[in-house]
């Protein structure tokens, strides 16, 4: 059983999770060159879930490459010129977030319902608006983005075993926990940054 799952298992998945592992752990330390490693990891990743008809994550995979070239360029020089810091989402952004998820959500819901042969429109739908959401709340530096990207993961995993990547399915369970204790660093460093204006 165990030998035929990972017979199944490709080199484009291998690395692709190969480089998303370490792109999260860069995150969680607040590293911004984790977005270099993202964008490796990324584009293995579009192969992966074309191949595999999960034309939402796929999609959502390419904003993932525009928000981590975005987000690298944010995180080194944001409007202050220099390395954006950490921070609490605002209530205009929260707004924004919400718009995010249900805009996406129905976008592509109506999308995959009409145009292709997906199989999991509601499931694959919900999986990316939660992620573009949290992607963007990464991208500009909030720390709520570990928890709308754990929403995604959440539902990512069981979405994952459906389709038999199980590689994914691994690496999103990672990606959940890791996401808990990046909420914890970047707490730790924000009341650090908090006490040293005191």
């Known amino acids: 059983m165990m030998q035929d799952i990972l017979n199944q298992i490709t080199w484009p998945e ?11 752990l860069l995150a969680r330390k607040n590293n911004s060159n984790n977005y270099l490693f993202g964008i490796a990891g990324i584009l293995l990743t579009l192969y992966v879930m074309l191949t595999s008809r ?10 993932y490459l525009i928000m ?5 360029l944010y995180w080194k020089f944001g ?20 718009g995010i998820v249900l805009g996406t959500f129905i976008l592509f819901w109506s999308f995959l319902t009409h145009f292709t042969d997906s199989d ?12 573009w959401a949290g992607m963007w709340l990464m991208a500009r530096r909030k ?16 979405l994952l075993l459906h389709k038999e990547l199980y590689l ?31």
């Open 54 to 63: 999960l034309y939402a994550e796929f999609t959502l995979n390419l904003y």
């Open 68 to 72: 981590s070239i975005y987000g690298w």
């Open 120 to 131: 999991v429109p509601v499931w694959d739908s919900l999986v990316s608006a939660f992620a």
């Open 143 to 158: 720390i709520e983005n570990w928890v709308i990207l754990n929403i995604s993961n959440i539902i990512s995993i069981p």
């Open 14 to 24: 291998w690395f692709g999770v190969l480089f998303s592992v370490i792109q999260v």
């Open 168 to 198: 994914y399915a691994v690496l999103t369970s990672f990606l959940f926990i890791v996401a808990i204790s990046g909420y914890i660093e970047w707490q730790k460093v924000m009341r650090a940054k908090a006490d040293t204006h005191y």
């Open 79 to 98: 409007k202050q010129k220099s390395e954006m810091e950490i921070s609490v989402t605002s209530t205009t952004e929260k707004w924004i977030a919400g």
